[in-house]
Structures are given as structure tokens and as C-alpha cells.
């Protein structure tokens, strides 16, 4: 359980010596450093190719770049620290050094590589897998002192996706949530944001059951990311595939902000902006 002495951290980030504020939603653009994420457009390979992409959703109006060298896809096959690292650390410089106060998050679940990350110039972490699989990603967040992103994942990506079963979906997320932010916080770590992990080791039903009562997590106070973009759960309500499910995924968007999402992970940067003014003007229930 969290400690009585518990109290919500104010609604900003801190990056890179400044502070995110997230009374306005923000915007974290995808960029795949692998040959087979689901979404064919988020992989680039070649330098030329990374630079302009990332530079294309910096003008978006991208507020976050997340990094990830090692496919997170169901059934994907693990790759070792050194591989990903290998991948990783290079684009982190080469962007830190190109775009000066890029705001780098680095997706990843190895301890050695989140430091290494940090040390390139990344400014926060994105833990799929809650230190789960590697447990020396508590150690690695502990001394970093840089915000993590933790999220909720049953299995590792080669097995999320063998029939997972849950008795309460969001009973169960909200307890693993409970014991992992009092684990951090013991330890001191400050800037802790929460991403229920939609499609990793939840079929469609679960999903969507998630989807719905997401906006409990409210209850401890922290930042929200919803990753939904184009995933398999948007793809079977709109009944389309990855390439074809951006209207979809917009829709997602705007509810999801509707239920208290303060960070959006998106494959499309210009329509995800677009669609937070809509929800700011429009919306009653707006921060």
C-alpha cells in the first residue's frame, strides 16, 4: 500500500534541469531503432532518415522523443543489453548533439542501459517492464534520479500475448501500481508517470475493459501516458490494420485525455497536437 505520508507529485516533469509542466497534455513521438515494430512506419534504420524524422515531429510540436532499440511487439524475440546498447547509445549523442534541449526518453528495460542512456544525454526512462525482467533497473532508476515511465505488463513481450488471463484487470493493475510506486518512493524516486500498458499481456476485451475504467488510476496522483496508438486493440474496434488505423487512433486520443491522460505516445504527432487543441476548446472537462 502507499504510505499515509503519501503525497501527489505537482503536475510537471523535470527534464533536463527545466520543468515539464503537464497542466497542458504533451506529445511523445515514436521512433523505432528496429527492424520489426508492428507499425512499419516508426522504424528508421539510417542516419539521414533519423534525423529528419525526428526533426519533422520536433516542428509537429513533439514534446518528448522516445528511443527504443529493442522490438516490444508480441512474440518479439529479446535482444541483450550490450545489442541494444549498441543501437541506443549512438542515436541518443547524435541527437543530443544535433537538436541542442531535445527532451530524450529511453525505452528500454536493462538497468546498464537506462545509465548509459542517461549518460548519452537521455532525460527519462521507459520501463515496459517495471524492472520485471532485469532487476537492476531499480538500482539503475534510484541513482539516476530522471523520471521513469512505469508501466504494467504481464509476461515479456515473447509471451504477453499467450492467453492472458486476469480475475479483475484493473484490480490487479491498480495493486501491482500500489506496491511498485511505494517501492519507489521509499527509495526516493520523485518523478514516477504511469502507463497501464494497453496491449502488453491484455487482449482486445481486457483492453478495452482497461480503456474504460483507466481514469481510477487518477487516484495516485501521478502523471498518465496512454501508448495506444494504432495497436491491435484500435485496429479490431475499427476493424482495420496498423497502416490504415489513424482516424481510429485520434478517437482513442481525445477520450483517453477525456479520462485524465496527461502524456499521449504517438506514431503521429501532427494529428495527436491537433487533437488535443480540439479537446482543450471544446471539452467541459478539460485541466
Not at 528495460?109 to 544525454?121: D, L, P, S, T
Not at 521507459?126 to 532485469?134: F, H, K, L, R, T
Not at 505488463?153 to 500475448?161: A, D, F, I, L, Y
Request: charged fraction near 25%.
Amino acid at each position: 500500500m502507499i504510505p499515509s505520508t503519501y503525497e501527489p507529485t505537482p503536475p510537471s516533469l523535470r527534464l533536463n534541469g527545466q520543468l515539464m509542466a503537464l497542466d497542458v497534455p504533451r506529445v511523445m513521438g515514436i521512433i523505432n531503432l528496429t527492424a520489426d515494430s508492428f507499425h512499419a512506419e516508426s522504424r528508421v534504420r539510417q542516419r539521414e532518415e533519423l534525423l529528419l524524422r525526428v526533426a519533422s515531429m520536433l516542428g509537429e510540436g513533439a514534446d518528448i522523443i522516445d528511443l527504443g532499440a529493442q522490438s516490444t511487439r508480441p512474440g518479439a524475440k529479446m535482444i541483450g543489453a550490450r545489442e541494444e546498447a549498441e543501437t541506443l547509445i549512438p542515436v541518443i549523442e547524435a541527437l543530443v548533439k544535433e537538436f541542442p534541449g531535445i527532451v530524450i526518453s529511453a525505452d528500454t528495460f536493462y538497468g546498464e542501459v537506462a545509465r548509459r542512456a542517461a549518460g548519452a544525454g537521455a532525460a527519462m526512462i521507459n520501463d515496459v517492464s517495471a524492472w520485471e525482467i532485469d532487476s537492476d533497473m531499480l538500482e539503475a532508476v534510484i541513482s539516476l534520479g530522471l523520471p521513469y515511465i512505469l508501466m504494467h505488463m504481464k509476461g515479456t513481450p515473447s509471451t504477453m500475448q499467450e492467453d492472458p488471463r486476469y480475475t479483475d484487470v484493473m484490480g490487479e493493475i491498480t495493486h501491482f501500481f500500489s506496491e511498485k510506486i511505494n517501492t519507489l518512493r521509499l527509495a526516493g524516486v520523485c518523478d514516477i508517470i504511469l502507463d497501464p500498458g494497453f496491449g502488453f499481456g491484455k487482449n482486445p476485451d481486457q483492453n478495452i475493459e482497461l480503456f474504460r475504467k483507466s481514469n481510477s488510476l487518477s487516484m495516485f496522483g501521478l502523471p498518465l501516458l496512454a501508448g495506444i496508438s494504432r495497436k491491435k486493440t484500435i485496429q479490431h474496434i475499427a476493424g482495420t490494420d496498423a497502416a490504415h488505423a489513424l482516424n481510429a487512433t485520434t478517437a482513442a486520443h481525445v477520450l483517453a485525455l477525456q479520462k485524465g491522460f496527461r502524456i499521449l505516445r504517438v506514431h503521429d504527432v501532427k494529428e495527436a497536437r491537433e487533437a488535443i487543441k480540439v479537446w482543450s476548446v471544446l471539452s467541459d472537462d478539460r485541466a
